[in-house]
């Protein structure tokens, strides 16, 4: 799996977004967990030979089984559908267990009030926006975390601003 981030600024719709990142991560395991099917996954799995687990039930975590980890899993027409405290725990559990790669896919205008999330809901979640997209009175923002871009390096943490440089990776405290 390529781990470079996706090239996809110039993507205009929310399906060339996800084509982008695709393409761009070339996913040899890949899990969707939508109600109905994701065309452009389906294009994409056509050209590609992946491993694909589908999981289209209404409460996709009875059905995730424990042993299975993918390089990518793709979320979509699912959120708008579950309540708050179980969507936090399929975002979790994927991210945590499931995969280093999550893309989502979400609808503001198909979910009821109640159940509706927000920006800081995906980013309290360690997800970053990739873009939000318009068509007539529809909204989709696509969402992701990827886990190897997640933790940046820092410039600090280096022997340089330490106390005493020399014991720099000679003792565990």
């Given at each position: 799996?390529?781990?470079?981030?996706?090239?996809?600024?110039?993507?205009?719709?929310?399906?060339?977004?996800?084509?982008?990142?695709?393409?761009?991560?070339?996913?040899?395991?890949?899990?969707?967990?939508?109600?109905?099917?994701?065309?452009?996954?389906?294009?994409?799995?056509?050209?590609?030979?992946?491993?694909?687990?589908?999981?289209?039930?209404?409460?996709?975590?009875?059905?995730?089984?424990?042993?299975?980890?993918?390089?990518?899993?793709?979320?979509?027409?699912?959120?708008?559908?579950?309540?708050?405290?179980?969507?936090?725990?399929?975002?979790?559990?994927?991210?945590?267990?499931?995969?280093?790669?999550?893309?989502?896919?979400?609808?503001?205008?198909?979910?009821?009030?109640?159940?509706?999330?927000?920006?800081?809901?995906?980013?309290?979640?360690?997800?970053?926006?990739?873009?939000?997209?318009?068509?007539?009175?529809?909204?989709?923002?696509?969402?992701?975390?990827?886990?190897?871009?997640?933790?940046?390096?820092?410039?600090?943490?280096?022997?340089?601003?330490?106390?005493n440089p020399e014991n720099w990776g000679k003792y565990w405290w």
């Amino acid at each position: 799996m390529n781990s470079a981030a996706p090239q996809v600024a110039s993507a205009t719709t929310p399906q060339e977004l996800l084509a982008a990142i695709l393409d761009s991560h070339h996913p040899e395991s890949l899990l969707t967990i939508s109600q109905n099917p994701v065309p452009v996954v389906e294009e994409w799995l056509k050209a590609h030979p992946t491993e694909h687990h589908a999981i289209t039930a209404a409460d996709p975590l009875e059905r995730l089984s424990a042993d299975v980890r993918v390089d990518l899993a793709v979320v979509a027409e699912q959120l708008e559908f579950m309540n708050h405290h179980a969507g936090e725990e399929l975002l979790g559990r994927l991210r945590n267990l499931h995969t280093g790669m999550l893309v989502v896919l979400y609808q503001p205008g198909l979910a009821p009030e109640k159940l509706r999330w927000h920006m800081n809901d995906f980013i309290a979640m360690g997800m970053r926006r990739e873009g939000t997209f318009l068509d007539g009175s529809r909204e989709m923002t696509v969402y992701s975390y990827d886990l190897d871009q997640y933790n940046f390096k820092r410039t600090w943490n280096n022997p340089r601003f330490w106390a005493n440089p020399e014991n720099w990776g000679k003792y565990w405290w």
